[in-house]
């Protein structure tokens, strides 16, 4: 039903910025919930974000005022805009997509995820 491939990883310095972003394809992709979840070496899957089909967005609370989640229908995507990074912000961070009414911040709500784009944030 969907398809998600996330771009924009890299390497930054701590205190810089970076903006990943998530393309989806399929007939009712517009239709989708999307967050965005993070991975570090050797942890758990972390929800970091997420925004809903009617452009509501809501925040891990340890995200809240450093991240962005914003969505363009026009050309499919979901945006995650990272500033003031920190070196434990160093993760996988992963694009999922699902239909979900509660426990956004679980991974197992969504039924799609994209292969994962690398963020390195160095000191």
């Known amino acids: 039903q969907v398809q998600l491939v996330e771009s924009g990883g890299g390497l930054v310095q701590a205190g810089g910025s970076l903006r990943l972003s998530c393309a989806a394809s399929?007939?009712?992709?517009?239709?989708?919930?999307m967050a965005w979840f993070r991975q570090a070496a050797g942890k758990e899957r972390e929800f970091v974000g997420g925004?809903?089909?009617?452009?509501?967005?809501y925040y891990a609370d340890s995200m809240k005022g450093r991240f962005t989640v914003s969505r363009d229908n026009a050309k499919n995507t979901v945006d995650l805009q990272m500033f003031s990074l920190k070196p434990e912000d160093t993760a996988v961070y992963y694009c999922?997509?699902?239909?979900?009414?509660?426990?956004?911040?679980?991974?197992?709500?969504?039924?799609?995820w994209g292969q994962g784009t690398q963020v390195t944030v160095s000191s």
């Open positions: 999922a997509a699902g239909r979900v009414s509660r426990s956004v911040a679980v991974a197992s709500s969504y039924d799609y």
């Open positions: 925004i809903s089909w009617a452009n509501s967005a």
């Open positions: 399929g007939r009712t992709a517009r239709s989708y919930d």
